[in-house]
């Protein structure tokens, strides 16, 4: 059974940091882009950032490009997006997905999906 879970979010002050995880099981993760999504209460759901399976290039969003860092580690099948100095445009659930090979932005192009952990920055 193909799975993606995430987890790590959680409440913290804008400024804070917070790392996300994604541990994927049922497929060998080695094969596969793995994108980060959020989507925010009444917002259609947002491409943030991608690393791809090839070489492990990695791709951001403007709004967070210079703050989030996304990795893979292939060999744990988990994928990670380390958030720095959290603004509070940046609360939202936040998914990862995968996607064979490449790194697209629109949410229909991935095959997988996670559940998706809440992350909220407030004062």
């Known amino acids: 059974q193909v799975q993606l879970v995430e987890s790590g979010g959680g409440l913290v002050q804008p400024g804070d940091s917070l790392t996300l995880s994604c541990v994927a099981s049922g497929f060998t993760s080695d094969y596969y882009a793995i994108g980060w999504f959020r989507q925010a209460p009444g917002k259609e759901r947002e491409w943030v950032s991608c690393?791809?399976?090839?070489?492990?290039?990695?791709y951001y969003s403007r709004s967070v490009e210079g703050r989030f860092t996304t990795s893979k580690v292939n060999a744990k099948n988990r994928a990670y997006l380390q958030m720095n100095r959290l603004k509070p445009e940046d609360t939202g659930v936040y998914y990862c997905?995968?996607?064979?090979?490449?790194?697209?932005?629109?949410?229909?192009?991935?095959?997988?999906w996670g559940q998706g952990t809440q992350v909220t920055v407030s004062s």
């Open positions: 997905a995968a996607e064979r090979i490449t790194c697209p932005v629109f949410p229909y192009e991935y095959e997988y």
């Open positions: 690393v791809s399976s090839s070489d492990g290039s990695t």
